[in-house]
């Protein structure tokens, strides 16, 4: 074999590396083009932002709500209807105002009545005129409030009024307490203190927000900006016996809840709710409004955390169509049959928050097991026997939601059941001269006035709880926030006579003691409600970090 000089093996190699190296830059140059083209394509691209920060969530809802829209039947279950505030127009005849089927911050500048008429709109409007019958709920507080009006303390002029500087050196010193009701009987909370049982203590330091600092606060609970002239009612915290519950930061709590979801879930108190974790987490970020007519969504961009509300009078499945000897207008419950309009986004969501419970004082119809078995301020034929009242009812309603929840094959979130908010029409109910006018700090021990409705709505939320975690199948969690003997202090913290910012509204009783026109149902904000999302924040702590210790 002839021998190869080196020069001759250069010729030959140089021209073969060259080729190859031009063959591989272009291949290279050809796959960067390809993938780029791929990657920034809306498919690829949204599925990646949603695997990383869950931001496609919110597409996949759209999607749902606009198939929905294009079904009457279904859009007609979801229409949003009234709240339960109750109004008084200028001639003095009641009104229902503060709906929650309105998806749009509130002007401040609204006037009030224009507000409620729009937030009328919908399907149920027909509703609001059954209001002025006398309810179950109006008999049982007539009839307490009646036998214990001579224990009342006195409301005098000086009561509408800020206290003193000693009283408020009093105060400091406070220790209101409440006897915990029904503590071992369901799961509050899942390690540490329980966090419900405790008492009210006075702390200067002021509450997190201001009404000038949240834009989005509902006009008829902007307590000092309709002019209430006290404020100390903003400074009273919860503190448990055993632990201490923190302040909420907002902070700590979008990055808790980074990449998830949470949903307020039921009546007007939920938006009460809900708007109050938004003005705060609003001090360290404004979120983006991505709501719609169907469903209020705010979304965090630093964490991408979405907070959402949807309106659900009653928490279960309900319609105007006629049943049996029920006519169509009247809405008819299904006790046993969940509000399907919610339950199809739950998979979406982390945490729940459901509130329920003050709508069953209104007109309805109950069928359970498809009978009628009941009806609240409706039962036409009197010689029909009813098997179930109101507060039955709202027991059933729990047992099948909760129920619901613990038991769907792909939930495996974090729901917590607030349990029934206490009202404080004292003297009367809502629709009859009830009033809490005057109270500027939370009531002491002896001074509190027994509200037999709240009792027996509580008891039954808590039966029909118990009943529900006996069905658990699934791996979500379930946790009772068992406020209601607490809040029973709280008869301080409703917006009252002030729930608009008419210089002309009545605030004061008149010569005949009769009190004006008030809310006693919804929470000032700030104030107690701010509570609510303290608690909040302390179970959806404990719960993800124990998941993060199971986990490492």
């Not at 169907?294 to 319609?319: A, D, G, N, P």
């Not at 006519?327 to 998979?347: C, N, R, S, T, W």
């Amino acid at each position: 074999m002839a021998s190869v000089s080196v020069k001759e093996q250069l010729r030959t190699a140089y021209p073969k590396t060259l080729t190859s190296i031009v063959a591989s830059v272009g291949g290279l140059a050809l796959f960067l083009i390809l993938a780029s083209t791929i990657l920034v394509s809306q498919p690829i691209g949204s599925t990646v932002r949603g695997y990383f920060y869950g931001v496609d969530r919110s597409r996949k809802i759209d999607s749902l709500l606009t198939l929905k829209e294009q079904f009457s039947s279904v859009s007609t279950l979801n229409e949003s209807v009234s709240g339960f505030n109750s109004q008084y127009d200028g001639g003095g005849s009641i009104r229902v105002g503060g709906a929650d089927g309105q998806d749009t911050p509130v002007d401040k500048k609204q006037n009030p009545d224009s507000q409620d008429k729009s937030e009328l709109s919908g399907s149920r409007q027909k509703e609001s005129k059954n209001l002025k019958d006398e309810s179950l709920h109006s008999n049982i507080k007539q009839q307490e409030t009646g036998n214990k009006t001579s224990a009342l303390p006195k409301v005098t002029e000086h009561d509408e009024n800020a206290p003193s500087n000693n009283t408020r050196e009093e105060l400091k010193d406070a220790v209101i307490s409440p006897t915990a009701t029904n503590r071992n009987q369901s799961d509050v909370v899942d390690s540490g203190c329980d966090l419900y049982h405790g008492k009210w203590i006075y702390e200067s330091t002021g509450p997190l927000y201001t009404n000038n600092s949240c834009p989005i606060i509902t006009q008829m609970q902007n307590c000092q900006g309709n002019g209430r002239p006290d404020k100390d009612y903003e400074n009273w915290r919860w503190k448990p016996s055993q632990c201490d519950l923190p302040r909420f930061e907002a902070k700590k709590f979008l990055e808790l809840m980074r990449g998830k979801t949470l949903a307020f879930i039921g009546d007007s108190v939920a938006r009460n709710q809900m708007e109050a974790l938004l003005c705060i987490l609003w001090q360290v970020e404004v979120p983006k409004n991505r709501g719609n007519k169907r469903m209020q969504r705010y979304y965090f961009r630093s964490t991408s955390t979405m907070i959402v509300r949807i309106w659900s009078s009653w928490l279960i499945h309900q319609t105007s169509e006629p049943f049996d000897f029920a006519p169509a207008g009247v809405v008819k419950l299904h006790l046993d049959a969940p509000d399907e309009v919610f339950m199809q986004y739950i998979m979406d969501f982390d945490v729940i928050v459901l509130s329920s419970g003050h709508w069953f004082a209104k007109q309805s119809v109950y069928i359970l097991n498809n009978e009628i078995v009941g009806g609240q301020l409706w039962w036409p034929d009197k010689s029909r026997k009813k098997k179930i009242d109101n507060i039955e009812a709202f027991g059933i309603s729990i047992e099948t939601i909760v129920t619901a929840l613990v038991t769907h094959r792909n939930y495996t979130g974090l729901t917590i059941v607030r349990s029934f908010s206490p009202d404080h029409y004292e003297g009367g109910a809502w629709n009859t001269g009830g009033s809490c006018t005057g109270k500027v700090r939370p009531a002491l021990d002896s001074e509190l006035v027994e509200n037999g409705f709240t009792n027996i709505m509580h008891e039954k939320q808590v039966t029909g709880f118990n009943r529900a975690m006996k069905k658990k199948t699934n791996k979500s969690k379930m946790k009772l926030m068992d406020i209601t003997e607490a809040f029973s202090h709280r008869h301080d913290g409703h917006p009252g006579p002030y729930r608009s910012p008419d210089p002309n509204k009545i605030t004061k009783r008149g010569p005949d003691g009769r009190p004006p026109p008030q809310d006693c149902l919804h929470w000032c904000m700030p104030g107690p409600v701010d509570t609510w999302n303290e608690l909040v924040l302390e179970v959806v702590r404990r719960e993800f970090e124990d998941r993060q210790n199971i986990a490492s």
